[in-house]
């Protein structure tokens, strides 16, 4: 019975210190084209109709040349906080991008948005992931 309890908490403790990890990107957004000067200024609320610029910086440098850029919309109206896909766009990037792209959008309806950036190899794990606003 001692040897049954002490493989079980073996289990356990496996499970809980063995747990799988990604690593993540970050993404950052502002009203004013990415900058140097400006590039850690992190705004989360948005005018409709306003260009949301953003700037998404890869955990490390990335392999594949191709990354997809999903923006969707969190909604209430789905019984579990359901979500709407605004926006999805493949992107190439170049040599000297490999680490980071920037880019804008425009978004003209109110709301809780969330974005994601995946690698073109996993879809299944997004690189990065962050919130924002429109009012």
């Not at 309890?5 to 990890?21: A, H, Y």
């Not at 200024?41 to 955990?59: C, H, M, S, T, W």
């Amino acid at each position: 019975m001692i040897k049954l309890l002490k493989i079980f908490i073996l289990v356990i403790v496996s499970f809980c210190l063995c747990s799988c990890t990604f690593e993540r990107g970050l993404i950052l957004f502002n009203t004013q084209p990415v900058t140097r000067e400006n590039a850690l200024q992190d705004q989360k609320v948005f005018n409709e109709g306003q260009r949301v610029y953003y700037l998404f910086i890869a955990p490390k440098k990335m392999n594949n040349e191709f990354i997809r850029v999903q923006v969707f919309k969190m909604t209430d109206k789905a019984p579990w906080g359901g979500n709407e896909v605004v926006r999805t766009k493949d992107y190439r990037l170049m040599l000297d991008e490999r680490y980071y792209h920037t880019n804008y959008f425009t978004l003209y309806e109110k709301g809780r948005y969330v974005m994601q950036v995946f690698s073109h190899d996993d879809f299944q794990h997004p690189l990065a992931l962050n919130d924002f606003y429109v009012k």
